[in-house]
């Protein structure tokens, strides 16, 4: 008997954690070759699953910020209203309501199927490994390529970050055509924190997943202020953001109890390319802001 994509990739036998930790060469060669089995797994797993996954769509989005980011591509000089949804609470750093709070449980309740799939997903492991975590990008090896989830990323890098981080940011124009994410899930038995460093992007998103009422003790992101060695702690509520650049030192305190879900999304130019100090700010139209990139995706990924 013939099995389908996806039972061959419920079977196949996966890389230990400790190859993974070890960057093995055969841990690469597995997820290099079996690419395509696992994109057909996850879209027969999404047809599978269709009518009681969630719909991922804009009404995940919290509903004030939604509507001024859809009335900025409608008419960008309008863009005002979205900058004003983004509080600095750091210098360079800014936290806004992201996510609907009423509508993250679809979003997580499609997270956890991807859990319960059984198909082998790649954990995040640049500078530790996250067990609980997941590539997003379709750059990533074993990435989360189930198409309902992969409509919603586009949506969520293309109309809403690049946008917002072209307002915050306007140096990072030109340095935000490639796309990276991930997720993480930092738990006080296992995966419980990550020493201070700055990322290899020109903009960092960092989405808390935590529904309400879902608690845990510590798991702050500390901000370093590279001038006045500064240190502050933020928390973040049930689907808020905070949007950063990448060279901003930062780190994600010991979670002590309970669990932590996020989102990481990065932007950055060609095969890596991020702003730097001496970097010229280009000017552009908000109507140049409104819009995506024509330049193709390269295969970079950081790690």
Same mark, same amino acid.
């Given at each position: ?163 917002? *981080? ?6 990072? &124009? ?28 020109? &903009? ?16 702050? &992101? *500390? ?81």
């Amino acid at each position: 008997m013939t099995l389908s994509s996806l039972q061959q990739a419920r079977s196949i036998a996966r890389p230990s954690r400790e190859q993974m930790l070890n960057r093995e060469f055969s841990v690469q060669q597995f997820w290099n070759q079996n690419r395509d089995l696992f994109e057909r797994a996850w879209s027969e797993w999404q047809t599978e699953n269709e009518a009681k996954l969630p719909q991922l769509d804009s009404s995940i989005f919290d509903p004030k910020l939604r509507a001024a980011v859809e009335q900025a591509w409608v008419d960008p000089t309008a863009e005002g209203a979205v900058k004003d949804l983004w509080e600095e609470v750091f210098p360079g750093v800014y936290r806004a309501q992201f996510f609907d709070v009423e509508r993250l449980a679809a979003l997580r309740e499609y997270l956890d199927g991807v859990a319960d799939a059984d198909i082998p997903l790649r954990p995040p492991y640049g500078i530790v490994l996250n067990r609980g975590g997941a590539m997003l990008d379709p750059r990533s090896e074993g990435y989360l390529a189930a198409p309902g989830f992969q409509g919603f990323y586009r949506e969520m890098m293309d109309a809403y970050m690049r946008p917002v *981080s072209r307002l915050l940011f306007p140096d990072v &124009v030109g340095y935000d055509t490639q796309t990276f994410g991930f997720s993480i899930r930092w738990q006080a038995s296992k995966d419980t924190s990550l020493r201070p460093h700055s990322d290899a992007s020109a &903009v960092t998103l960092n989405i808390n997943l935590n529904l309400p009422g879902e608690g845990y003790s510590g798991s702050a &992101v *500390s901000f370093i202020d590279p001038v006045s060695r500064r240190v502050e702690k933020l928390t973040f509520e049930p689907g808020t953001a905070l949007i950063h650049h990448g060279s901003v030192p930062h780190a994600s305190e010991p979670i002590t109890e309970g669990e932590r879900y996020n989102f990481v999304l990065w932007l950055y130019g060609q095969h890596g390319q991020i702003p730097h100090g001496s970097t010229p700010t280009p000017q552009i139209s908000a109507k140049d802001r409104w819009s995506v990139p024509t330049e193709e995706f390269d295969n970079f990924a950081p790690f």
